[in-house]
Structures are given as C-alpha cells and as structure tokens.
C-alpha cells in the first residue's frame, strides 16, 4: 500500500519529467524527492525543497522552477492547492476527499 507521501513523490517526478521534455528544465529526474510534514498546518499538508535542489543545474532561480513544477502539481485531482514560500519552498495542500480515501484504505486493511 502506497501513502500519499510515496504517491506524491511520484507525481513531483511526473512533473520534473515533463517540465523537461517540454524543455523548461534542464538536468535528470532524481530518484528521492524531499517531502515533509511542516510543523504549521497553515502551510499545507506537505512541503518539498526539490525545486533548491533542480535549480543550479537548470541554471534557474529556485521560485521559477518551483512555479514551473506548480502548474503540473495543481491539475492532480488530490491536490487543493500548491504555494511558493520562501526561496522554493513548494507546500501543497491535499482534498479533504482524498485523504478521506486513504483513512478508507488502511482501515480496511487492518
């Protein structure tokens, strides 16, 4: 069973990818994407600092790659919404309904 981190993760590199073919980014997809839980809720339900880490070899600012992976991560159908903080930081927020589905999931698991 997937949680959403893992699921989220590999939606953040379907998102690299693409911003790469279509030629907005240069480098190689990584293989981990840095995600967290942030301490204030007010910043969304995760947070990730992969656009700091695409940014120098792409020759980018950290916030343009960070909007560049934004425009992907706001069409999946589990994400509410997805914020620019700081140098890069990307904090998306999840549907309520998604996770909904995975307290589903691992209930019915158990």
Request: hydrophobic share 40%; no cysteine; aromatic share 2%.
């Amino acid at each position: 069973m997937s949680s959403h981190s893992d699921l989220l993760a590999a939606q953040i590199q379907a998102a690299i990818s693409h911003a790469i073919e279509r030629g907005d980014l240069i480098g190689t997809v990584p293989a981990n994407i840095p995600l967290e839980r942030p301490k204030n809720r007010d910043h969304g339900d995760y947070a990730s600092s992969i656009a700091l880490q695409l940014a120098k070899p792409a020759g980018k600012n950290p916030r343009e790659v960070a909007e560049l992976l934004k425009k992907d991560l706001e069409k999946l159908p589990e994400v509410s919404s997805v914020d620019i903080a700081g140098p890069g930081f990307i904090n998306i927020k999840l549907n309520r309904a998604s996770q909904a589905d995975l307290v589903r999931t691992i209930l019915s698991a158990i």
